[in-house]
């Protein structure tokens, strides 16, 4: 049975959530090299069927911190795929990359995402590092995290605004003074930051 049968086998459970599409990414790459499996990540990744695409995602993102051109290729061709389920795993991926190479290490990258021009690599970090401050790094430095996620309270991406603030929301939980603190120095009446603040206090009494 080839790979893409394996996957295919598990259509419906990998289009329904990241964990089966984890599973698989590391089962179909055990015992063979970077340069194999990078040629198989792209493989993957150029398949119509969204399920196989998405293992062939995940592979590039365990491959990144090794071979620096998947991170490029995340960025700037797997940010472009339509399918909405491509994307939440361009996010898994872009965490993955972020928890090999380290959290501390990875800010530059994690700051130039967030800064691109095209809102699925943004997204990516938000959706990706959720919950930020249960990750290494940002568990320590919760107002870092929040900072990050605040410079995207204005985006042009009603898609984007969304998920900071969902993010926003998950880190009011443990820290709610903090993200109190941070909602108190916004112009609410930007629209926009509106949206972001209405997720991000929803837990703030």
Same mark, same amino acid.
Request: aromatic content about 8%.
């Given at each position: 049975?080839?790979?893409?049968?394996?996957?295919?086998?598990?259509?419906?459970?990998?289009?329904?959530?990241?964990?089966?599409?984890? /599973?698989?990414?590391?089962? /179909?790459?055990?015992?063979?090299? +970077?340069?194999?499996?990078?040629?198989?990540?792209?493989?993957?990744?150029?398949?119509?069927?969204?399920?196989?695409?998405?293992?062939?995602?995940?592979?590039?993102?365990?491959?990144?911190?090794?071979?620096?051109?998947?991170?490029?290729?995340?960025?700037?061709?797997?940010?472009?795929?339509?399918?909405?389920?491509?994307?939440?795993?361009?996010?898994?991926?872009?965490?993955?990359?972020?928890?090999?190479?380290?959290?501390?290490?990875?800010?530059?990258?994690?700051?130039?995402?967030?800064?691109?021009?095209?809102?699925?690599?943004?997204?990516?970090?938000?959706?990706?590092?959720?919950?930020?401050?249960?990750?290494?790094?940002?568990?320590?430095?919760?107002?870092?995290?929040?900072?990050?996620?605040?410079?995207?309270?204005?985006?042009?991406?009603?898609?984007?605004?969304?998920?900071?603030?969902?993010?926003?929301?998950? +880190?009011?939980?443990?820290?709610?003074?903090? /993200?109190?603190?941070?909602?108190?120095?916004?112009?609410?009446?930007?629209?926009?930051?509106?949206?972001?603040?209405?997720?991000?206090?929803?837990?703030?009494?």
């Amino acid at each position: 049975m080839t790979e893409i049968e394996i996957i295919l086998q598990h259509k419906e459970r990998i289009e329904h959530g990241g964990k089966e599409v984890r /599973i698989l990414a590391q089962e /179909i790459s055990q015992g063979a090299s +970077i340069e194999d499996n990078t040629k198989r990540a792209h493989m993957l990744f150029a398949r119509q069927e969204p399920a196989v695409k998405m293992v062939g995602v995940f592979l590039s993102g365990m491959l990144a911190v090794q071979v620096e051109d998947e991170l490029a290729f995340l960025r700037e061709e797997v940010s472009q795929e339509a399918d909405w389920r491509v994307q939440e795993i361009l996010a898994q991926a872009f965490n993955r990359y972020c928890a090999d190479t380290g959290y501390e290490q990875a800010l530059p990258t994690i700051k130039a995402w967030l800064g691109d021009k095209r809102a699925n690599v943004r997204r990516a970090v938000t959706e990706g590092l959720r919950i930020w401050t249960s990750r290494p790094y940002f568990k320590d430095h919760p107002q870092l995290a929040i900072q990050l996620l605040s410079t995207l309270k204005e985006d042009e991406s009603e898609y984007v605004r969304k998920s900071t603030g969902n993010a926003l929301r998950d +880190i009011s939980r443990k820290y709610p003074e903090l /993200i109190a603190q941070e909602l108190e120095t916004w112009d609410t009446a930007n629209k926009k930051a509106l949206l972001i603040y209405k997720l991000a206090s929803r837990f703030i009494k």
